[in-house]
């Protein structure tokens, strides 16, 4: 009998997906950013001081928050109910009112859609660059996709490759329970 491992959405992924995301960059802004400004404009009116505060935190928000708020509730929202499970060679894909089995045989190819970041493993200086998603096609016809918040890297899938695709916005489409996605 062997072992059966486990891939969901759970606190190190949170931590992957939501803090890293979300807090860094009020940490960057607050801690360098404010300083850096006032020290560069040598500004000592309160008012100033709050109006310079108030424009980096609707930057930070915009270019920065937002669009990890959108990458993260889109993987969220599909990865929060799925579970992989797998003995190796069968696995086990379920949500809460879909279960789908296959074998490692019944895998034609994987698509694995990557950020630019991942894909050209890059220092990730957007936050939200960790984001990704996998197709498995099957024999059958059936496609599934899988959210990086539930399954981060194919190698349970070894010794079938992975065909990598850079893909500038990672973004899943939840159609029809776990069969659904865009490419």
């Given at each position: 009998m062997s072992i059966q491992k486990r891939f969901r959405y759970d606190k190190g992924k949170r931590k992957k997906y939501a803090i890293n995301v979300f807090l860094p960059p009020y940490l960057i802004m607050v801690f360098i950013g404010c300083p850096a400004v006032l020290i560069y404009f040598k500004e000592t009116d309160v008012l100033e001081i709050l109006n310079m505060y108030l424009y980096l935190s609707l930057y930070v928000l915009v270019f920065f928050s937002l669009p990890g708020f959108i990458f993260w509730y889109n993987h969220y929202s599909f990865a929060k109910d799925v579970e992989l499970v797998t003995d190796g060679e069968s696995f086990t894909l379920h949500s809460q009112n879909e279960k789908i089995?296959?074998?490692?045989?019944?895998?034609?190819?994987?698509?694995?859609?990557?950020?630019?970041?991942?894909?050209?493993?890059?220092?990730?200086?957007?936050?939200?660059?960790?984001?990704?998603?996998?197709?498995?096609?099957?024999?059958?016809?059936?496609?599934?996709?899988?959210?990086?918040?539930?399954?981060?890297?194919?190698?349970?899938f070894s010794p079938l490759i992975a065909k990598r695709h850079k893909k500038q916005f990672p973004l899943l489409r939840k159609k029809v329970g776990l069969a659904a996605g865009n490419n």
């Amino acid at each position: 009998m062997s072992i059966q491992k486990r891939f969901r959405y759970d606190k190190g992924k949170r931590k992957k997906y939501a803090i890293n995301v979300f807090l860094p960059p009020y940490l960057i802004m607050v801690f360098i950013g404010c300083p850096a400004v006032l020290i560069y404009f040598k500004e000592t009116d309160v008012l100033e001081i709050l109006n310079m505060y108030l424009y980096l935190s609707l930057y930070v928000l915009v270019f920065f928050s937002l669009p990890g708020f959108i990458f993260w509730y889109n993987h969220y929202s599909f990865a929060k109910d799925v579970e992989l499970v797998t003995d190796g060679e069968s696995f086990t894909l379920h949500s809460q009112n879909e279960k789908i089995v296959f074998l490692k045989d019944d895998i034609e190819y994987i698509d694995v859609f990557l950020s630019p970041v991942l894909y050209d493993k890059r220092i990730n200086f957007v936050y939200w660059g960790n984001y990704s998603y996998m197709t498995l096609s099957l024999k059958s016809g059936q496609k599934l996709f899988i959210s990086c918040m539930t399954l981060d890297e194919p190698k349970i899938f070894s010794p079938l490759i992975a065909k990598r695709h850079k893909k500038q916005f990672p973004l899943l489409r939840k159609k029809v329970g776990l069969a659904a996605g865009n490419n």
